[in-house]
């Protein structure tokens, strides 16, 4: 397993996977809003980030994250503590 990334890179990856899977809900599925998107958005930081943590855990991890404005900064935040606390 890879090491875990901290707060700030994992904040900047969701963030790439945010902007990737918009292009992705766009072009591939029509507009059609993703009902997986959480696994999408996983294995994208995991291919990114290493293998630090399970895809399922990091999905429902990320499924789980507060709605706020900043959603990768308050997914990085419920993500590590998470995992710290685990």
Known sequence: MTQRPGRE???QALSAAAQAHHDYEAN???GV???HWAGWYA???L???GDFTTPTTLA???AES???PDWPAAAARHVT???RDA
């Open 43 to 45: 294995a994208f930081t």
């Open 60 to 62: 429902r991890l990320l």
């Open 28 to 30: 591939y599925l029509d």
């Open 9 to 11: 890179q994992l904040k």
């Open 47 to 49: 291919g990114r980030l």
């Open 33 to 35: 809003a993703d009902a």
């Open 66 to 68: 507060p709605a706020e």
């Open 81 to 83: 503590r998470a995992l």
